[in-house]
């Protein structure tokens, strides 16, 4: 009987053996994917097409791994002043044999862009384990977007210094799929080809230098700085000049003021829509911060004391504008700091300035705080998403029903603005923290790099 046990056992053993693949058999590869016909894609630039993969459960929210040159010293050559021109040297640069034009879809409906615009918060603090971290709300109607994370490798030249520093930021492609007629993803061929302009339009972003960077919108004409010698500089390309090149704030500063800056909605200095100047937050490793501003068409630099005693907030004629209670961190929505802003020329008007309730709602809940996590400032960011009962949402949306009354204010898809997203870079860690349209149960941890 025992033998008959041992035979059985052995023949057991010997079948397992049998099914088993030894270490060393190779495993089949995956066909590779075939390029599209009609396309006029680079190899490069269709592997980085094939890296695109959705990140959240809902489709909003997609990463890719930018693997092609962009070029943007070529694309500056070309002296942009404005979206369009902006659009048509980036299709020249890296598409030029392309049959699809974004300038063409986008055609006469710039004003339809921004006619009733959006928020954005943006705040740095002391990070718990070191470091320092940044939190960032992008607000905007709430369209189908599309937003996409790019991450981009570092470059070295020939002698191996670096040229381009590794990068990781948010681009919101869903400004131009709202004239496109496109379902969420990168499904189809046009939509693939959209995603390869998003490495220029970074809205947020953190390179391997640990500098970060968040841009807010402002309801103001915008900048156009013309001095004679200097490259232009849109708005819209800072994130990813900066990002690319720089390692400090104080070498952003610095790089900032060799170019002309230029609103992307700007024509030969004349606005074309009232939504469409811009104001950054920087901030690096060391905890140095800072909020960059033009105003008549000069740089402001904000810091500290700048921030923390604005003079703005002294002023009568500005109620609701109250001062940063700490210096350890930074504070930016969508209205002026500098107390420049006082001093524009008469005619012009701050009327339509917002963000104030976000502003001290964010400056509380950092003040309690000597140093963050990546957890604490998302839910920062959750505190001071768009909701109902802000002031900023409740004058705009009594402004839209008063031109369509079908409109419900209980209705959120009729508000003016969601939190398309909210992201939170930590360059102690070199993660980022993302969560999609509002929903802060799902929390979305990536890293600088692709992986």
Known sequence: MKRYYFILFATILFAIAGCKKTPDEPKPEAPEAEKPEGVAWTDDQWKTIQTLRQVDDQGYLYEMNCLFDYKTDEVLKDNSDNLVSLLNVIKKVILPDSKTSFTEILGLNLDSIYSFCGGCTCFSANGKNGGCVMGRNYDFPPMDDHTLIVHTPQVKDANGKVIRYATVGTADMG??????????????????????????????????????????????????????????????????????????????VAMLSQFNIISIFQVSGESTIPWIDMHFEFADKDGNRAVIEWTENEMRVLQGDDLKNNPRTQDPEYPTIHPQKGDNYVVATNYYLSKDAMEFPEGMTLSNEMGFWRHDVVDSLLYLKQSITSQDAMDICHAARIMKNDPDCIAKMKTKMELDPTLDIDNKLDWPWITIWSSVYNNQDMSVLFCSREDYEHRYKLSLLYK
Do not use: H, W
């Open 175 to 252: 400004i131009l799929t709202q004239f496109m007629g496109e379902e969420l993803g990168y499904r189809t061929t046009r939509m693939q080809e959209l995603a390869l302009y998003a490495p220029y339009f970074i809205l947020d972003g953190m390179n391997e230098e640990g500098l970060m960077a968040g841009l807010m919108v402002l309801e103001y004409d915008g900048t156009y700085q013309a001095t004679t010698g200097k490259t232009n500089l849109t708005n819209a390309m800072i994130t990813r000049v900066i990002l690319d090149n720089c390692k400090s704030v104080s070498e952003a």
